[in-house]
T-cell receptor
Framework: DAGVTQSPTHLIKTRGQQVTLRCSPKSGHDTVSWYQQALGQGPQFIFQYYEEEERQRGNFPDRFSGHQFPNYSSELNVNALLLGDSALYLC???????????FGDGTRLSIL | QQQVKQSPQSLIVQKGGISIINCAYE??????FPWYQQFPGKGPALLIA?????SEKKEGRFTISFNKSAKQFSLHIMDSQPGDSATYFC?????????????FGTGTRLKVLA
């Protein structure tokens, strides 16, 4: 039973560039949430997708956008990258908006 | 009011000892309180979770104690082992328009000495 898978595992970008991160939810899950985890901090909620719609959004600028596909996989897009966007980006999945959320191992994004 | 305050920031325990991590919250609408364990280079893994209608939940060596009136909850790790050395996060959530987002604490780095 595959868990939550994320790609790529590491990514290096420069300021001003754009990035797309990908997530496949755990088998049987249809809801995907994205979190940003800065070094030494707890994860912070970015947004959540269910039925291909953004259902809730955290306190992140519009530079952060997402998408969910009919197979429940999801993408996180970040435009105009800033140095402060350097973090571990975590995807979590759950069943029908319910708890608990299961996390992937994340994508480590470094901005130079 | 959306914060979850976690303490201590770091903890060193001898093998076989009890590790205790505490969290406090303000928002009384929170109705689900999970604990996650995170190893370096890995994502958070769900350990145990509780709802406010029970005061304690035990799974193996891990116990959550919940004090609704004090708006506090804690994780107890009994017979701590070196393999338990990791960062632990408490979280809280409440349904908003049918969806749940997790508010995480700042984490506790646990080191268990052999």
């Amino acid at each position: 039973d595959a868990g939550v898978t994320q790609s790529p595992t590491h990514l290096i970008k420069t300021r001003g560039q754009q990035v797309t991160l990908r997530c496949s939810p755990k088998s049987g899950h249809d809801t995907v949430s994205w979190y940003q985890q800065a070094l030494g901090q707890g994860p912070q909620f970015i947004f959540q997708y269910y039925e291909e719609e953004e259902r809730q959004r955290g306190n992140f600028p519009d530079r952060f956008s997402g998408h969910q596909f009919p197979n429940y996989s999801s993408e996180l897009n970040v435009n105009a990258l800033l140095l402060g966007d350097s973090a571990l980006y975590l995807c979590a999945s759950s069943r029908q908006l319910a708890e608990p959320q299961h996390f992937g191992d994340g994508t480590r994004l470094s901005i130079l | 009011q959306q914060q979850v305050k976690q303490s201590p920031q770091s903890l060193i325990v001898q093998k076989g000892g009890i590790s205790i991590i505490n969290c406090a919250y303000e928002n009384t609408a929170f109705d689900y309180f999970p604990w996650y364990q995170q190893f370096p280079g890995k994502g958070p893994a769900l350990l145990i979770a509780i709802r406010p209608d029970v005061s304690e939940k035990k799974e193996g060596r891990f116990t959550i104690s919940f004090n609704k009136s004090a708006k506090q909850f804690s994780l107890h790790i009994m017979d701590s082992q070196p393999g338990d050395s990791a960062t632990y996060f408490c979280a809280a959530s409440t349904p908003t328009s049918g969806t749940y987002k997790y508010i995480f604490g700042t984490g506790t780095r646990l080191k268990v000495l052999a």
